[in-house]
């Protein structure tokens, strides 16, 4: 069974509003999570490294203030876009290691569509 | 930073045959390589997955192979079926960093 789970699974909103997605993990717990975007017929790019406890840590290009994460328990992180725009629109996906292993399994993706 | 290259972009096999999808990395310190499947509008599901001490796996019908010195890994496919059609995407990652970079992706098609 899905050992990830995201909320809300897609998501409508009017440009400038805020919009928050969860992911957690089941049945373990994960001091780090990733957050990934995707756009239509095109890779998965990492955004940022959620670190329970501390700040995430956000690759190049991603801004911080727009993209809020906050990874206040050890099964629970959540991505805030803030005020988004249309091209903020994406499938988001997050990712969590299992264990201290390399493997990771993803979320179910959660579909962003701001008109 | 790691750099992952992905070849091809589209895939056409026929029903029965075998599927070669390759990828090379720019990062030698990279020593865990991922295979994920996505469907249409789905997670990215792994299937199978090599770490740099070991030069192939194979699970049933997949296997990888890896070449440290050259730096490129490769999925096969044998026996194909349709239910293979799906986007599938080949990732590197360092120990300890655990973050994926992930290649272009590869859409296989299954031909009946």
């Known amino acids: 069974g899905a050992v990830v789970s995201q909320h809300p699974s897609w998501v409508i909103c009017k440009s400038g509003t805020s919009v928050k997605i969860e992911c957690r993990s089941l049945?373990?717990?994960?001091?780090?999570m990733f957050w990934y975007r995707q756009f239509p017929k095109q890779s998965l790019m990492l955004m940022a490294t959620?670190?329970?406890?501390?700040?995430?840590?956000?690759e190049q290009g991603v801004e911080k203030d727009k993209f809020l994460i906050n990874h206040a328990s050890l099964t629970l992180s959540t991505l805030t876009v803030t005020s988004a725009h249309p091209e903020d629109s994406s499938f988001y996906i997050c990712?969590?290691?299992?264990?201290?292993?390399?493997?990771?399994?993803f979320g179910p993706g959660t579909r962003l569509l701001v008109l | 930073g790691e750099n992952v290259e992905q070849h091809p972009s589209t895939l056409s096999v026929q029903e029965g045959d075998s599927a070669v999808i390759k990828c090379t990395y720019s990062?030698?310190?990279?020593?865990?390589f991922p295979w994920y499947k996505q469907e249409l509008g789905k997670r990215p599901q792994l299937i199978i997955d090599?770490?740099?001490?070991?030069g192939e796996k194979k699970d049933q019908r997949i296997a990888v192979t890896l070449n440290k010195t050259a730096k490129h890994f490769s999925l096969h496919i044998t026996e194909t079926q349709p239910e293979d059609s799906a986007v599938y995407f080949c990732?590197?990652?360092?120990?300890?960093?655990?973050?994926?970079?992930f290649g272009q992706g590869t859409r296989l098609t299954i031909n009946p």
């Open positions: 990712s969590v290691p299992l264990g201290s292993q390399e493997t990771q399994y």
């Open positions: 049945d373990f717990q994960a001091t780090t």
């Open positions: 959620s670190n329970e406890g501390s700040k995430a840590t956000y």
């Open positions: 990062d030698s310190a990279s020593n865990y």
């Open positions: 090599i770490r740099s001490n070991v």
């Open positions: 990732a590197a990652s360092k120990e300890g960093a655990q973050k994926l970079v």
